[in-house]
């Protein structure tokens, strides 16, 4: 193996790994806001137990995902200093800041948050955990703002054979990081409503302590809820930009290989041949692609053998066609990974509107499965993004071939690789292990006497805290 | 002073931070197995930084981020050159920062003691890692041309990076101890402050012998003598105070003169490095300086503006969140990890 394949193939293992406690601590941190919220509002230590318990399933995850981070960082100086040369000027600011502005908040509000239920006033704990919140936001913020300048770089220039940049506010109002951004986000936030919903599912189906899980899957199913829907919006909104500024991810992640013509077909599924640059056994809905690209239902959408021709006319000779069928399948999983949390959001929402969510075990049970929907849609939505943006690290300016250390060895390389993945396997079974024996502990409701429920609807409240 | 030189400083800060904060945690790290002789002794030392390491840690995360926007080519130098290095000290900072959270999750003995090993081994290396790490930088090492190092082992493992290595271990775990004699009561405080002193002698050999070393083996006194020689001579007396305040049980100024200790000796290797920041071993010309590895004045005052804007709030939660912990831990309390 080359060194540039061993690079590649770390970074993709190592952020891939990293990006599964990511969103969930985005969104399970929104949602502990939310019930310490509640609690400080309605006076009712039930809050409180769930705020404590989502706690310790948070901070296992967001250990992980801090630890890992930190090699992100690192990474991009010890496996591509050539990339790191040419775009540091541009690349490493939103970097920086998002260490200066939304590391140390959340790593010293965090402390505070664990440390502090007993020396801070309510309102201050709760303050804590919302600065939290704020600060694993405006991390993805200023992360995504990196990264959709490589997807679409905007404000710089290149001088001296580097990249300078020349407007800061551009970098900040870059269109694509406003597709990305709450695209992220809400998946983020979904993630965390989705565990915490199937979590609380799973301890449903054992009928234990029921109140305490029927209001944390309420709180997690309309969080999920409004978050799958927005998902959905921004996803379209995303495709849409995707066509102006990177026609050929769109061309991959569609299979489309000729011009499409107007009006443009959407495909479910095909069999893509990448050496004749053909399809097969293609199931198509009319109109669809042109819906999904311009938001109406006319219009050409240009194949993938007309851009490479106007790339090498463009940036000279090569192969500008990055994995087709990789893009097509992971952007397909995804979107389908998106429509099932939408459906089970509204279906989740009903069963609870009408007080039939516990005796629902069917539904229960597939709340359960569904924790995993999340994490596939969103690993295969990047997949989508950063496969379909090959051959560049930045697009259009740098590929990632020219982009990898040039002092680093293969055998270097090989030896990172197999102890992060071996110290990496150690973390996600310690995670699963862990994870499943706090939920089998449950909740400490110690505090019985106070656990009473000032929910005059809520019909539960009164019997279930005896066992 | 121009915006290249205003970044060199503000790196030489954020290091300074990192050695001061992480510092003590890595200190008390490695006192869970020199002060505390069971597992509730270990409980309470790691109780005492529980609120604390992981912001102490950004300081290191924000060091990195700020050498890639102000700096890529010494970010990119120095990490692609230190490959292996980083990846071994990344491995232990992923170890000791899940051990914080792991180690109290589970009550059973062969579970905690095994995170606490992972809680003191990477407490030991990772300062003696950095301490390699930045006495290399001063000694220099195999730069190219094309800004690229191609270090072999022994350009980042000789008899002088060593030194540097053992100085900053014994310089975290001296300024863990004294943080201990401030944070935690009774026998573990005696006996911080016991080990704080016997520590003391070690620390002075070796800070001596570094210094005596880095005037021999690098160019560093010949260029910053008129700098240098007050640093070192203001070190060893803040040296020499803390370990007398310590005595007298003033534990608070015990701490505040090694921090001072911390920033001289930090700041005499930024100083002798100025206005390079990376010495090639091949060639001068080869040098990294603030000039050759920095960002476009631009890019410099865009970040200007935004860490002059946001230091002053980190600074004033992070104090904050130190006031709301100023209590002692003792075993009685409420213990998290």
């Given amino acids: ?467 | 002073m121009s915006l290249n030189e205003l970044w060199f400083l503000l790196i030489a800060v954020l290091f300074i931070g990192f050695f001061f904060l992480e510092g003590y945690d890595f200190g008390v790290g490695m006192a869970t197995r020199f002060v505390a002789r069971n597992d509730l002794e270990r409980r309470v030392l790691i109780n005492t930084i529980g609120p604390f390491w992981d912001a102490n840690e950004v300081w290191l995360i924000t060091a990195g981020g700020a050498m890639f926007a102000a700096f890529p080519n010494w970010y990119a130098t120095l990490f692609s050159g230190f490959y292996v290095p980083l990846v071994v000290m990344l491995l232990l900072l992923i170890a000791r920062g899940t051990a914080f959270e792991f180690r109290a999750k589970v009550a059973h003995p062969k579970w905690g003691e095994t995170w606490d090993w992972a809680i003191f081994i990477p407490s030991l290396l990772v300062p003696f890692l950095w301490g390699v790490v930045f006495s290399s930088l001063v000694y220099g090492l195999p730069i190219d041309s094309k800004m690229n190092m191609h270090g072999v082992f022994s350009s980042f493992v000789n008899p002088y990076t060593v030194l540097g290595g053992l100085l900053i271990t014994l310089l975290c775990l001296y300024h863990g101890l004294v943080y201990l004699c401030l944070r935690t009561t009774d026998e573990l405080r005696d006996r911080a402050r016991a080990l704080a002193t016997k520590i003391f002698w070690l620390l002075a050999a070796a800070a001596i012998a570094f210094v005596v070393v880095t005037f021999f083996v690098t160019d560093l006194f010949a260029r910053r003598g008129a700098w240098l020689y007050p640093i070192y001579v203001l070190d060893v007396l803040a040296l020499v105070l803390s370990v007398l305040f310590l005595g007298k049980k003033h534990d608070g100024w015990a701490f505040g003169m090694n921090a001072g200790v911390i920033l001289l000796t930090v700041s005499s290797l930024f100083i002798g490095l100025f206005p390079r920041v990376m010495i090639s071993s091949i060639k001068s010309a080869y040098d990294l300086t603030v000039y050759n590895s920095a960002s476009g004045p631009y890019s410099l005052g865009v970040m200007t503006i935004v860490a002059v804007t946001l230091l002053p709030f980190v600074l004033g939660y992070s104090i904050w969140s130190y006031t709301v912990f100023k209590k002692r831990v003792s075993k009685k309390e409420h213990l998290e990890y």
Wanted: hydrophobic letters at 50%; one cysteine or more.
């Fill in chain 1, 1 to 467: 193996m080359d060194v540039l394949s061993l690079a590649r193939f770390q970074y993709a293992a190592t952020t891939i790994f990293h990006f599964f406690f990511v969103p969930l601590s985005i969104g399970l941190v929104l949602i502990i806001s939310i019930m310490e919220t509640m609690y400080v509002v309605k006076k009712n230590a039930l809050y409180k137990e769930m705020a404590q318990f989502w706690g310790k399933l948070f901070l296992i995850n967001f250990a992980i995902g801090v630890v890992t981070g930190i090699l992100q960082e690192f990474q991009f100086g010890m496996n591509w200093s050539q990339y790191s040369r040419f775009m540091g000027d541009v690349f490493g600011a939103p970097l920086a800041i998002e260490a200066l502005l939304a590391f140390f908040l959340e790593s010293t509000f965090i402390g505070l948050w664990v440390f502090g239920w007993d020396r801070l006033s309510k309102g201050a704990h709760l303050t804590c955990i919302w600065l939290v919140t704020a600060g694993t936001s405006l991390s993805a913020l200023w992360i995504l703002t990196a990264n959709s300048f490589m997807q679409h770089p905007v404000g710089f220039a290149i001088q001296h054979g580097r990249a300078v940049m020349t407007n800061f506010g551009a970098l900040l109002a870059n269109p694509q990081l406003w597709v990305e951004f709450p695209h992220t986000i809400f998946g983020s936030f979904a993630t965390g409503a989705f565990v915490v919903a199937g979590i609380s599912a799973i301890v449903l189906l054992k009928k234990k302590n029921i109140e305490f899980y029927k209001k944390s899957f309420k709180i997690g199913i309309i969080v999920g809820l409004i978050s799958g829907i927005l998902l959905a919006f921004c996803g379209h909104f995303q495709a849409q930009y995707l066509v102006q500024t990177q026609p050929m991810k769109m061309a991959a992640s569609e299979g489309l290989w000729k011009d499409s013509g107007s009006p443009a077909a959407w495909t479910v599924i095909a069999s893509i041949n990448t050496t004749k640059h053909q399809n097969s056994g293609e199931i198509q809905i009319p109109y669809l692609l042109d819906y999904l690209s311009y938001g109406k239902f006319s219009g050409n959408v240009k194949g993938i053998d007309t851009l490479q021709k106007e790339y090498v006319a463009k940036y000279g000779k090569g192969n500008y066609i990055p994995p087709v069928k990789t893009t097509f399948w992971s952007f397909r999983i995804m979107a389908v990974m998106g429509g099932i949390l939408c459906i089970l959001g509204i279906v989740g929402a009903i069963l609870l509107w009408r007080n039939k969510l516990v005796e629902s075990k069917w539904f229960l049970r597939l709340m359960v499965a569904a924790i995993a929907v999340p994490y596939i849609g969103s690993t295969t939505g990047w997949l989508m993004t950063e496969i379909g943006r090959q051959p560049w690290t930045v697009f259009g300016y740098m590929q990632t071939a020219a982009s990898v250390s040039p002092n680093v060895s293969a055998g270097e390389l090989l030896f990172s690789i197999i102890s992060f993945i071996a110290m990496y396997t150690i973390l996600g079974a310690v995670m699963v292990y862990l994870f499943a024996r706090v939920v089998k502990q449950g909740p400490a409701l110690d505090n019985k006497e106070t656990l009473q429920s000032d929910d005059p609807f809520d019909g539960e409240a009164y019997h279930v805290v005896t066992e």
